[in-house]
């Protein structure tokens, strides 16, 4: 049986405010897959309002997966710091890359002090709800809006152009002067992908797989548990994933993945990536077939100059390779690596 870790947070009269919990299975979790984590407070627990909330991740079959848990006294800057220190201490002072969060400020504050070194990026699905409640009786045409409001948030590649497009959704909706927009604008460097381009994030833009979890804890918890039974169907939840984790396990042993071009570099990773991830790395590969390569400049023999750009598109990037000492260094501005192999010459 996972050894249990908890820590409990009393008030000057010593009744219980905050309670963390997690087990060995989910700290060697962290140690494995904790580069990203995902934290929302969406669900309540019992009827006295509670906030409960989950620490989740992906592991290498693209499941989620639980680092802990916290049933919370209230959602103020204190009980989230709290929080995240003790979660810091039990995983043995590692810090996530990057934190996914929704648009809370009280939190955002905690992650400022207690999580310095980790990139905070904003939940893009809970922005496109927030935006439909502030925006939805103000703009005449939301559906075009929404187009718009999402083309700023997904598809632009440089600062310049995302302002200027951010600018235009603007001018074009007369929403110069609305208040929520300005304050999202603010904290652009939280949720815009451009911003984001070079964080690692686990192909996440959202706390869905929270949101994910907090429904499926629906299915094994009623608000008429009291606190004992509550944990103990929480912990049927985490075993339920877990024998879940272990299928995938033996069924990653029992299957080759198909390749879909004949290439050594494929078939490497077809015998040591996960089928999911295999997945994911084989549409990336193919996808650089794609790419038309244009050498701009080799009179270096130190440097080289490409431009790249992918087929039938007039967006170019620029691309600098560098060999010393027979070491490449590669440079790529808005290119992710996968893109970039098929450069090296």
């Known amino acids: 049986m996972s050894s249990f870790f908890y820590s409990i947070q009393v008030d000057e009269d010593d009744l219980i405010t905050n309670i963390f919990w997690t087990d060995s299975k989910m700290v060697s979790d962290y140690a494995l897959f904790g580069d990203v984590i995902c934290f929302d ?30 049933l919370l006294y209230d ?3 204190e009980s989230f710091a709290w ?12 810090h996530p890359h990057t934190i996914l969060t929704d648009e809370d400020a009280a939190m955002a504050k905690a992650i ?33 809006f929404n187009a718009d409001f999402r083309h700023c948030i997904y598809d632009i590649e440089e600062e310049d152009e995302f302002i200027s497009a951010w ?7 007369g929403l110069r002067d609305n208040a929520w927009l300005q304050r999202l604008f603010e904290k652009r460097e939280h949720w815009a992908l451009v911003y984001g381009r070079n964080t690692f994030s686990a192909h996440m833009s959202s706390t869905q797989r929270s949101e994910s979890m907090n429904n499926e804890l629906k299915r094994y918890i009623s608000s008429k548990y009291d606190m004992l039974t509550f944990f103990e169907h929480f912990e049927r939840l985490v075993a339920d994933k877990r024998f879940d984790e272990v299928r995938c396990d033996f069924k990653a042993t029992q299957s080759t993945p198909k390749l879909k071009a004949e290439s050594y570099m494929l078939r490497q990773a077809s015998t040591t990536y996960t089928p999911p991830i295999f997945k994911m790395f084989q549409e990336q590969v193919l996808r650089t077939l794609n790419y038309d390569t244009f050498l701009c400049d080799d009179s270096d023999t130190e440097e080289k100059v490409y431009k790249v750009k992918f087929h039938g598109t007039e967006r170019d990037h620029v691309v ?26």
């Open 41 to 70: 407070t969406t669900y309540r627990k019992l009827d006295d309002g509670r906030p409960f909330g989950l620490i989740v991740g992906v592991n290498n079959h693209k499941k989620t997966i639980v680092f802990g848990a916290a």
């Open 75 to 77: 959602e103020t800057t």
């Open 83 to 94: 929080l995240f220190r003790t979660f810091l201490t039990v995983m043995s002072g590692k």
């Open 112 to 144: 400022r002090s207690v999580l310095p070194h980790s990139h905070h990026r904003l939940c893009v699905w809970h922005m496109n709800q927030n935006a439909i409640k502030h925006l939805g009786g103000v703009v005449t045409d939301y559906k075009k």
């Open 167 to 173: 600018n235009e959704m603007l001018d074009k909706y």
């Open 320 to 345: 600098k390779f560098f060999q010393k000492k027979k070491r490449s260094i590669a440079v790529a501005r808005s290119l992710n690596l996968l893109e970039f192999f098929a450069l090296i010459p």
